[in-house]
């Protein structure tokens, strides 16, 4: 990667894994009305439990690819951390019914982690009820400064090339892609997953990890943009996001807030343009 602002020491052990990405299964495929006897890849999606200082927070289904990136993309994305170099260590577990990413974490932001986990626990009824509970569920980002001078060119460069960085879906179909390119429209880095909210995360975790500049480039991602991908965008800096379907209205707003250029419908030829800054 280029663009660093100084890579994270991290240690990450991935050792003794015993989940992949996909597997071969046995199908049955109707063509034309005739059936056919064969085998098919089928992405993988396993149980992947965060566990911050010894304490399990949540668990996600996910491809089991890059789950110590995902772990801290996930920390960052969510606000658990402020900064990368609030974790200190990521080792992965595979275990019989999924995988666990244990992470160590400044102490600091686990006695906030824990006092969240005590606000939450503390809550009846139906969970999104009150202004307090709905402004925990729907973050609004801090506005982000990047800026990055991207031209129309650069982003057909980037998508054209997107397909070359999806592996995992060209083998199964079943795998949404975010990339961050630099501003030349070249992919520096994708991360594939089953969903695209962990793809996204994925990709924040490595860019976090390598310590990439959030001006150095964009995100593009395969998919739909939904508030959620534009406040992960926002909580990493970034200040252009690219998706190749539509947004939501919602996903509108908070990127015109947060200062981020939304684009979506991006494909050969087109672009549409929701927030410009």
Known sequence: MNARAGALPVDIDESQAIWRTHENRRAIQVVGGKAMDGMDTVI????????????SHAVMLATPADVADF???FSLAEGILASPRELYGVEITHCANGIEAHLDIAAERFMQL???????????GCGLCGVESLAAAVRQPAPVSSKPQVAGEAIMRA?????????????????HAA????????????????????????????????GVAPDSGFVAVTSRASYEMVQKVAAFGAGLLVAVSAPTSFAVR????ANITLV??????????????
């Open 44 to 55: 993988e999606e396993v149980p992947v439990a965060l566990v911050y200082n010894g304490v």
């Open 71 to 73: 772990a801290l993309g």
């Open 114 to 124: 824990k006092e969240r986990r005590r606000s939450l626990a503390g809550r009846t």
């Open 159 to 175: 998508l054209a090339r997107l397909p070359e960085h999806q592996v995992l879906h060209g083998l199964t179909g079943g795998a």
């Open 179 to 210: 990339a961050w390119a630099g501003l030349d429209g070249d992919i520096v880095v994708a991360r594939e997953d089953v969903g695209r909210h962990n793809a996204l995360d994925k990709l924040i975790g490595a860019l976090a990890r390598e």
């Open 254 to 257: 908070m990127a015109h807030q």
């Open 264 to 277: 979506g419908f991006a494909r050969a030829g087109r672009l549409t343009f929701y927030t410009n800054h």
